[in-house]
């Protein structure tokens, strides 16, 4: 293990934490200012439509009752916990590996909190097309989406370069 001022630990939690703090306040705010199922026309292709998802990504479990809230939550407990120590084992130096753990780790806590909260997930964010909408969703979301592609970028850009540090 790295020391801790040489490592991506502290990086990639200021990241996470940041995340975490931009998902919770929209979340507040939309659970504010909107009302549940309807939608606030911002633009032809986007709304903000307060929903709640008790499930994970596309409302996956969302039916499985009070056992799936607390298998999601331990994933996400798990999944914090093994980004952490990876996250003290990388070099400062992989700065896309890093970002992108921290965007997954400051995702997962910010639906979380959600998941301990209320029991689901506060989703607000509704993009559409000719009637076709994709499953409503939240900054959490969007940041575990972008840490993923990233953590995929890195893989093929910052491999040998992280390893030899």
């Known amino acids: 293990m790295r020391l801790p001022g040489h490592s991506g630990l502290a990086p990639g939690l200021a990241l996470a ?23 606030v026309e911002v633009a032809p292709f986007f709304n903000f439509t307060l929903l709640y998802n008790p499930g994970a990504a596309f409302s996956l479990l969302a039916d499985a009752g009070g056992w799936g809230r607390w298998l999601l939550s331990g994933i996400a407990i798990a999944a914090g916990v093994l980004i952490t120590v990876w996250l003290a084992r990388l070099p ?42 994709w499953p409503a969703f939240n900054v959490a979301d969007m940041a575990i989406t972008v840490g993923a592609v990233l953590l995929i970028v890195a893989a093929f850009t910052e491999g040998e370069a992280t390893r030899r540090s």
């Open 17 to 39: 934490a940041v995340v975490l703090v931009l998902d919770q306040i929209t979340k507040f705010w939309a659970e504010r200012a909107l009302t549940q199922f309807a939608s």
């Open 92 to 133: 400062r130096n992989a700065w896309l590996t890093i970002a992108s753990l921290g965007l997954i780790v400051g995702g997962a806590i910010g639906n979380l909190v959600d998941r301990l909260r209320i029991g689901k997930v506060v989703d607000f964010l509704d993009f559409h097309w000719a009637g076709y909408h």
